[in-house]
């Protein structure tokens, strides 16, 4: 189930009207399912498979007819995938649940499927399904938490299900998990016992294949953090200069340190970092992860993004709304930076706390989640917890002047014409 929504009514309305985000999510929204790829790719080569995506549950009437069905979703479209899997259950077909939020929730995910899958496939689909064959299902299995790449558990996904589909960006995982740990980070580390990284040759054949399955490939990479290990990451833009790729990637702030990097990753063709920058001061970053990296880091920001942007990669800057630091001073101050760092991208986003995180233990602990169950609305826009230093009206009023501010074509224009400026600096350098 794909089709994130805010909630929040203001918030909604305002997408109508705000051109440049509403681009990102169209982007966003388009690209396929590389989990459920991977499961394809883990199913024996003598099973029918048939892959869906869908942002509506289908009308009423009976469903499409399978022997087994599985469901994967984000947590802001959980109660949709769980109406779609009972839906399926009242008619005789048996449903696994699997994905990041089954894992983080299994008792509440239980109630709605025959069986589940808790954390990766890898080591966990395979006996599924020679259990579901032989008619002996168990209602859990737990997938591989390490190793997941290593031979006898890696599994090529099945990109060729991807062809003939409208799709402007596709996936390919080089990592799980990001070594920072941040409090509120719901990412593949809440699954895997530690960073892994995928062997280079099999990153780079899988490159070859999702960019053949599609008629303009873009690659996005489905990474929490791509460049954690140097020499890796050298040896894998060596590999890919000579593809001739477009791509997109999620990293750390770390990268600008390396001038080398910065070279080889624009003639390997990326377009354009996604950096967690969070928030614009160093006090405001303080207590986000176990070492406190992102706050000794921050007085660096400027000049980092500089020296990335200066390459010709554009960096869109992430930003979260709504710390424990935070009171109504921060939307300006972030507006104020966004204009001095000349970010080309800006991601605003409201602090969420989403289950099985750091983050929603301790709101929990301390009185402040706005309800128990509230799924829908960890979509990264809509407010579902009591800010420290203002109230929940005064983090979604802020919010909204924000985007507002960011928002607006005069203002992406006047940083498109200061990004079009590098470029041109470097075609007459070339």
């Given at each position: 189930m794909s089709g994130v929504r805010v909630r929040t009514a203001e918030l909604a309305a305002m997408g109508v009207t705000l051109p440049q985000f509403v681009a990102r999510g169209r982007v966003i929204a388009s690209l396929p399912s590389l989990g459920l790829l991977t499961?394809?790719?883990?199913?024996?080569?003598?099973?029918?498979?048939?892959?869906?995506e869908l942002d509506e549950l289908p009308d009423g009437g009976r469903l499409e007819p399978f022997d087994l069905v599985g469901i994967s979703s984000f947590t802001a479209r959980i109660n949709a995938a769980y109406d779609l899997a009972d839906r399926y259950r009242a008619e005789g077909v048996p449903v696994v649940l699997g994905g990041l939020h089954v894992s983080m929730m299994p008792e509440e995910a239980m109630q709605h499927a025959d069986s589940i899958v808790v954390g990766g496939a890898e080591g966990a689909w395979q006996k599924l399904v020679e259990d579901f064959r032989c008619g002996v299902m168990r209602p859990r299995y737990?997938?591989?938490?390490?190793?997941?790449?290593?031979?006898g558990n890696y599994a090529f996904p099945r990109f060729d299900l991807l062809e003939g589909r409208a799709y402007n960006?596709?996936?390919?995982?080089?990592?799980?998990?990001?070594?920072?740990?941040?409090?509120?980070c719901a990412a593949s580390l809440r699954i895997t016992s530690h960073f892994q990284q995928k062997p280079v040759d099999l990153v780079l054949d899988e490159l070859q294949a999702a960019a053949a399955a599609v008629e303009i490939p873009f690659v996005e990479f489905a990474d929490d953090n791509t460049f954690v290990n140097q020499k890796w990451s050298k040896k894998l833009l060596r590999g890919m200069t000579p593809l001739g790729?477009?791509?997109?990637?999620?990293?750390?702030?770390?990268?600008?340190?390396?001038?080398?990097?910065?070279?080889?990753?624009?003639?390997?063709?990326?377009?354009?970092?996604?950096?967690?920058?969070?928030?614009?001061?160093?006090?405001?970053?303080?207590?986000?992860?176990?070492h406190d990296w992102k706050a000794r880091r921050a007085e660096e920001y400027?000049?980092?993004?500089?020296?990335?942007?200066?390459?010709?990669?554009?960096?869109?800057?992430?930003?979260?709304?709504?710390?424990?630091s935070h009171d109504e001073s921060i939307f300006e101050q972030t507006r104020d930076f966004i204009r001095a760092s000349n970010l080309l991208e800006a991601q605003l986003t409201v602090l969420t706390p989403f289950p099985g995180t750091p983050l929603y233990a301790r709101?929990?602990?301390?009185?402040?989640?706005?309800?128990?169950?509230?799924?829908?609305?960890?979509?990264?826009?809509?407010?579902?917890?009591?800010?420290?230093?203002?109230?929940?009206?005064?983090?979604?009023?802020?919010?909204?002047?924000?985007?507002?501010?960011?928002?607006?074509?005069?203002?992406?224009?006047?940083?498109?014409?200061?990004?079009?400026?590098?470029?041109?600096?470097?075609?007459?350098?070339?």
């Open positions: 499961v394809a790719g883990l199913t024996p080569s003598d099973v029918e498979i048939e892959y869906r737990d997938g591989l938490r390490c190793e997941v790449f290593e031979p960006r596709v996936t390919v995982q080089t990592s799980r998990g990001c070594p920072i740990s941040c409090e509120f790729l477009h791509w997109f990637t999620e990293t750390d702030i770390s990268l600008a340190d390396d001038p080398e990097l910065l070279d080889l990753m624009r003639a390997a063709g990326c377009k354009q970092v996604l950096i967690g920058l969070e928030s614009p001061a160093r006090e405001n970053l303080e207590g986000l992860d176990p400027l000049d980092a993004i500089e020296r990335i942007q200066s390459r010709g990669i554009s960096v869109n800057g992430c930003f979260i709304l709504g710390l424990d709101f929990k602990r301390e009185g402040r989640l706005l309800q128990e169950r509230f799924w829908d609305r960890c979509t990264l826009f809509d407010v579902n917890y009591r800010p420290k230093r203002m109230s929940v009206e005064q983090l979604e009023s802020g919010l909204r002047w924000l985007f507002a501010e960011v928002y607006n074509n005069a203002e992406f224009a006047r940083r498109r014409r200061a990004y079009m400026n590098i470029h041109r600096k470097l075609r007459g350098a070339a």
